[in-house]
């Protein structure tokens, strides 16, 4: 393109022009084929010794996907990216690739369920994790170790909405040479970019607000180029070859995505490339959906405690603002005492009972009695998740029509 394109949106879609698909498609082709043939044998043996580019077999990649990899790596500013068939199969690639056994990791104790509980398996490997207060970098410096190897957390954790203190475990990460790896899903790349606070990796589930409209699974992991892997022991003499940057993507990719398989297909990467083109749009008017509702919220009888970002009595409201375009789209409450959250919920039509996050849809759920079932009385209460607390995802509805709904059923709801 001749002009300078410096936008989040005309960047994202605009990506994949200079990429040359036959034909001149505007959007990239849905290529289906598993394998990839070549006129020569010599041909084939140069892509898999890496010698020349090229597709070989769908689960490493295809030119759809590829052409995905390039559109996430634009929006995180990123060196190169990989893409998966869901955020977990990022996430659990990137782990198993870059840890073994007798390393420790320094993670966020907020952290999505089955991050949580995926990181609890992985002690089971060998890998010593340590769950810190993330809000608090001296909490994370204190758990530092000889075998440390990695700090985890998530921009904004759910449903508490605790905002990890980002700056100061980037700065510090830097310092002590750890790879500094950022979970950016709640905030999207379009309301955070990672690497400005030194991030090395950066994952993203696909399947929130970056594809939006909950029709699909997929993941990505980011290289920001933060890193110097040439002083990181796991990467495998293989790999060691050429420049240093693309050392830990590389192994990502042969050890995770080919010996794992945990491969985005085609179709998935369509899907999310189409959504993604209205990331910026669907998340400006859901953070101010969601802003507004949280404001409602404070202010009535019948709510106990607001968890938002964007409120000036959240502990963490001047890194947020500090360090995020929007605050995000997911809130949390927790009703008063006496009053019931299903009673309140199925009274609100707009509102869909449902978990997932990131749609376009309102969707809303208690926690005590759902996700955070399974784990018992004693560990909600350490994380700090009431009996009485509700996450909404806020979509894009019109302000007063869900404005109107949360504050009529509100009005109605009954004490027990
Ligand atoms: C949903 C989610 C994931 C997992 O993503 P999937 O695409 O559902 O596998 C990881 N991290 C966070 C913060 C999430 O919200």
Redesign the pocket.
Known sequence: MKESVKGFTSRIIHHDREEGFADGPVHAPIYNSVPYGYATTEALEAVFQGKATGQSYARQSTPTTDSLQSMINQAEDGLGTLVFA??????TATFFALLKAGDHVIVSRY??G??HSFLASLCEFGVEVSFVDATIADDVQAALQDNTRLVFV?TI??PGTQVADLEAIGLWCEKQKLIFFV?N??TSPYMFNPKRVKASLV?N????YFSGHGNV???SVTDTGMYDWSIFPNIFEAYRKGSADKWALTQIKKKSLRDMGGALSSDSAYQIALGAETMALRMDRACSNARQLAELLEEHSKVERVYYPGLKSHPQHTQASKWFRHFGGILSFDLARGYSCATLLNDIGLVINAT???DNRTLALPMATTIFFEMGAKNRAALGISDQMIRCSVGIEDPDDLLGAFAGALDRLAAL
Do not use: P, R, V, W
């Not at 869901?86 to 996430?91: D, F, Q």
């Not at 589930?205 to 929130?208: E, I």
């Open positions: 869901s955020g977990m199969a990022a996430l952290l999505f089955n991050t998530e954790a759910n979970d899903t709640i994952i589930s696909l399947s929130k699974l997929g993941g997932h996050l990131g």
